[in-house]
């Protein structure tokens, strides 16, 4: 595998405003001033969020997010967790032990799910 020696401008982010990123072992997520999510490099445990495994080469807009702000994000080695604006906390990715709060022992969560147990004790608010 190569890497990239020298920074170098992303691209796909021309005439956006990035105002976070966050770099897992094998993936990155950004967020757009706009709220919303993207996601790029590996994608083999459904880390990315796009309801695949696929990798993905260049930032890709996490459309499960559509109508929602993220404020933060943050990509751990094989998951990916965000909190919206409204105090939502959300989590996919490699499942196993349930890491991903949902309550259940997943091997992949594709898509980005809401962690309800949040909820319940009134933090997500």
């Given at each position: 595998?190569?890497?990239q020696?020298?920074?170098?401008?992303v691209?796909?982010?021309?005439?956006?405003?990035?105002?976070?990123?966050?770099?897992?072992?094998?993936?990155s997520?950004?967020?757009?001033?706009?709220?919303?999510?993207?996601?790029?490099?590996?994608?083999?445990?459904?880390?990315?969020?796009?309801?695949d495994?696929?990798?993905?080469?260049?930032?890709?807009k996490?459309?499960?997010?559509?109508?929602?702000?993220?404020?933060?994000?943050?990509a751990?080695?094989?998951?990916?967790?965000?909190?919206?604006?409204?105090?939502?906390?959300h989590a996919?990715?490699?499942?196993?032990r349930?890491?991903?709060?949902?309550?259940?022992?997943?091997?992949?969560q594709l898509?980005p799910?809401?962690?309800?147990?949040?909820?319940?004790r009134?933090?997500?608010?």
């Amino acid at each position: 595998m190569q890497g990239q020696p020298l920074p170098k401008k992303v691209e796909t982010f021309a005439g956006r405003r990035v105002v976070a990123v966050s770099a897992g072992a094998w993936h990155s997520l950004g967020i757009t001033a706009d709220g919303a999510v993207w996601s790029w490099g590996d994608g083999e445990d459904g880390q990315l969020g796009h309801g695949d495994e696929q990798q993905q080469l260049l930032p890709k807009k996490v459309e499960a997010f559509a109508g929602q702000r993220v404020v933060a994000v943050s990509a751990a080695e094989y998951n990916s967790f965000a909190i919206a604006a409204d105090g939502g906390v959300h989590a996919w990715g490699l499942g196993e032990r349930g890491c991903l709060g949902h309550g259940e022992d997943l091997s992949y969560q594709l898509l980005p799910k809401k962690i309800e147990r949040f909820e319940e004790r009134g933090l997500g608010q």
